[in-house]
């Protein structure tokens, strides 16, 4: 399934007695975390445990809630990404939401390059960049035809895969994915975990799934949330087959959850 | 169970038959408003009336200022009603909890309440009287102040039918909140503001009392701001409260102008938004 435990790659995302609250609620309390470079990271835990909360603080999106409130340090590459601009780290740092979101007033070649129109830039090499990012999300040979049309003609799979390639048409080097195919049928989600297989060769994967075989089928790693804490980290085999923690085991053997 | 089935039955049919009748009853007002304008007003229609200017008693005269009036004004309205109302609009969307915008959104509703007359009143005081002149102008600020408080709202409504999850999208690929409220959020709200400007413009077009002491009216051709200005409701209004049955008969023939451009204007609007819009859905 992985050969996460045999090599000890280079951290990518370094998380650092990281808080984050909802007003007074104390929603996630000092999660320390090191994330490898070129591997996929499962968040697990049950519902309100913290884990949505904790990849989107780590793109920043959780402090634009109101009254939402973050603390620690985020440390790419040896920089401190809570002291620079928001919108410069989600250019580093992109991410794929819980339902396919893709923007109904675009094309679905508009969608890939969202990033880049939206933000004014010109795009030089825009067929070859739709194509490419089409093709690393697995999509391109089924609307390379109707590149033109509206990305509400395609289905819910596609849809999120689309948001894939959108999110990777920026080139960012971590990709946050928040229960991608929680919305999705099986083949649809069995599509998405090959892609998310194939992606780590070239990015660093965080994605939080409320499903434990999708854990142990996608991941190298795994961390394990309960009320706000980090109870757990470590390779994935190891969080499923003999965790340190009792309450670890009786979530990832389905005891509660 | 055969029983209440039919029963069941029974009652839908009874339900639908009795929404059926509510909705023709609820035509009567609108289909009935239409054919006494087109039966009294059509007569009179022909391409003169549309071209030329009012005549005296007794000629065949048209509403040819009045049209270009009317055009004028609620285009130097739209001008300033349609930046403010959109603005404010997406303002009180983006940052509606907050205890500024929450004045705001109660003057708002506070001056859409204001009877136009009073509108008018304000707008003769603001400019007639400084200006000592009935002009255009003045008329187009009392039209831009009715028209601003429906539009603010109304583009509210439409932006807050956005979904929070494509506003994330964009915030998420790294595009900063300002370009995200104008090149995700406005755009794909673009179809309700349009249809909500257009309710406005067809509300400007049909206000008399905002312009009755401030545009006046004028029996030539003019497009000069500083001066008093026609439009086809004031001539409606001053047709309709003359003695003479002819002007009577103008009147009604101007009261169908107007709606056919309030018409007209409202299926363009359409067709255009839907058009652009296409993959909506």
Known sequence: MNDAGSRSPRTKLNVEHLQAWYGTNHALKDVSLAIPERSVYAIIGPSGCGKSTFIRCLNRMHELLPGARTEGRLVIDGEDLMKVNPVQLRRRVGMVFQRPNPFPTMSIADNVLAGMKLNGVGVDDAESRIEKALAQAALWDEVKDRLGASPMSLSGGQQQRLCIARALAVEPEVLLMDEPASALDPIATSRIEDLIHDLKQNYTIVIVTHNMQQAGRTSDFTAFFYLGELVEAGPTAQIFESPREQRTEDYVTGKFG | MPW???????????ATAVCGAMVLVAFVPLVSLLWLVISKGAGGLSLGFFVNRPAPMGE???????????????????????????GAGVYLAEHGSRPFPRTVRFLTEVLSGVPSIVVGVVAYAVLVVPMKRFSALAGAFALSLVMVPPLARSTEEFVRLVPVTLREASLALGVPAWRTSLRVVLRTALGGIATAALLAVARGAGETAPLLFT??????????????MASLTVQIYNYAISPYESWHEQAWSAALVLLMLVGLLNLGARLAVRDRVGGRR
């Open chain 2, 4 to 14: 209440r089935l039919s029963s069941r039955l029974v009652v839908n049919h009874l």
């Open chain 2, 60 to 86: 065949a005269g048209g509403v040819g200022p009045a049209i270009v009036g009317t055009f004028f004004m609620v285009g130097m309205a739209c001008l300033v009603a349609i930046p403010l109302g959109v």
């Open chain 2, 215 to 228: 545009a006046l009216n004028n029996q030539y051709w003019s497009l000069r701001p500083d001066q008093p």
